[in-house]
T-cell receptor, first 112, second 117 residues
Framework: GESVGLHLPTLSVQEGDNSIINCAYS??????FIWYKQESGKGPQFIID?????DKRQGQRVTVLLNKTVKHLSLQIAATQPGDSAVYFC???????????FGTGTRLLVSP | EAQVTQNPRYLITVTGKKLTVTCSQN?????MSWYRQDPGLGLRQIYY???????DKGDVPEGYKVSRKEKRNFPLILESPSPNQTSLYFC????????????????FGAGSRLTVL
């Protein structure tokens, strides 16, 4: 079946660097995408979302880019901080379906 | 504080002993859902509910039951737990699940770690 996947299971960066977490999706019917952050021992927390009629959306220190041509989603974190260390999930909502399909997650490790 | 509350947070049980994981939200959300999280598999949906008395299967419903008698509560029932149901379970809720509404961000509980021996 179609699924959401991630290119890298673990990403290690230095504090202050910019981080880019990638996600590939295969369902062309998906029209809404979300990034979640999960810290150790906690449930996933919403970071940022983007609809399929957009290419880019910015939040505070985070930017999500959507490339529908190659079915690729990325999360950019500027000036990465130790508090950004977590597992990041992308999720897609397929048009007409009442659920989010989650990727397997990427672990971001930020060293001082 | 707006939140989704799950109980218990940790549970060790034995095969075949019925158990219920409770989930309650105080945000008047219509949509509620249960997920299980396993290494390498991410979050997989077990069941979801669009509103009171409206429930439907997710991707991995086998071995689970749910009910939605009240808007705020959505318990997950394991009638006869088996070791392959050892997992980390998350309950989540949102005002809606439709992107059109703009109110579909899922709020997750802290998780319930279940071990079935």
């Amino acid at each position: 079946g179609e699924s959401v996947g991630l290119h890298l299971p673990t990403l290690s960066v230095q504090e202050g660097d910019n981080s880019i977490i990638n996600c590939a999706y295969s369902n062309s019917a998906s029209d809404y995408f979300i990034w979640y952050k999960q810290e150790s021992g906690k449930g996933p927390q919403f970071i940022i979302d983007i609809r399929s009629n957009m290419d880019k959306r910015q939040g505070q220190r985070v930017t999500v880019l959507l490339n529908k041509t190659v079915k690729h989603l990325s999360l950019q974190i500027a000036a990465t901080q130790p508090g950004d260390s977590a597992v990041y999930f992308c999720a897609e909502n397929m048009r007409g379906f009442q659920k989010l399909v989650f990727g397997t997650g990427t672990r971001l490790l930020v060293s001082p | 504080e707006a939140q989704v509350t799950q109980n218990p947070r940790y549970l060790i049980t034995v095969t075949g002993k019925k158990l219920t994981v409770t989930c309650s939200q105080n945000m008047n959300h219509e949509y509620m859902s249960w997920y299980r999280q396993d290494p390498g598999l991410g979050l997989r949906q077990i069941y979801y509910s669009m509103n009171v008395e409206v429930t439907d299967k997710g991707d991995v419903p086998e071995g689970y039951k749910v009910s939605r008698k009240e808007k705020r509560n959505f318990p997950l029932i394991l009638e006869s737990p088996s070791p392959n149901q050892t997992s980390l379970y998350f309950c989540a809720s949102s005002l809606s699940i439709s992107p059109v509404s703009g109110a579909n961000v899922l709020t997750f509980g802290a998780g319930s770690r279940l071990t079935v021996l």
